[in-house]
């Protein structure tokens, strides 16, 4: 059985997850004449939720150092097409939009620590 505080920590990541699936536009794509910066800080705030359980601080879920953009990209697109995976990265991962993931990708992909 889990303890309530690892219960309490993941409802919270997952919550955190789900207010970073919020897409400031409804088609979910990024305006061309939106300032660069402001992508980065969308990437950013996605990639927050990332890495509450993926850091290297993380313990025991798997750190994602080192993975490249386009396995992290195939990976979360594997998870939201997954019709009946039930773990917390199907529903997060349910919840971003192509464009979402390929921020979240490129973000982490090119960071040193998630």
């Given at each position: 059985m889990?303890?309530?505080g690892?219960?309490?920590a993941i409802?919270?990541?997952?919550l955190l997850?789900?207010?970073?699936?919020g897409?400031?536009?409804?088609?979910?794509?990024?305006?061309?004449?939106?300032?660069?910066m402001?992508?980065?800080?969308?990437a950013?705030?996605l990639?927050?939720?990332?890495?509450g359980?993926?850091s290297?601080?993380a313990g025991?879920?798997a750190s994602?150092d080192?993975?490249?953009?386009?396995l992290?990209?195939?990976s979360l697109l594997?998870y939201k097409?997954?019709e009946?995976?039930?773990t917390?990265?199907?529903?997060l991962?349910?919840?971003?939009s192509?464009?979402d993931i390929?921020?979240?990708?490129?973000y982490?992909g090119?960071?040193d620590?998630?």
């Amino acid at each position: 059985m889990l303890r309530p505080g690892l219960l309490l920590a993941i409802g919270a990541l997952g919550l955190l997850g789900l207010a970073a699936c919020g897409a400031d536009n409804s088609s979910g794509e990024i305006a061309a004449d939106r300032p660069v910066m402001e992508s980065t800080d969308r990437a950013k705030q996605l990639a927050l939720a990332c890495s509450g359980c993926h850091s290297s601080e993380a313990g025991a879920i798997a750190s994602l150092d080192g993975y490249s953009v386009d396995l992290m990209e195939q990976s979360l697109l594997a998870y939201k097409s997954d019709e009946d995976g039930t773990t917390v990265m199907h529903r997060l991962a349910r919840g971003y939009s192509d464009t979402d993931i390929k921020l979240i990708s490129a973000y982490l992909g090119q960071e040193d620590a998630p």
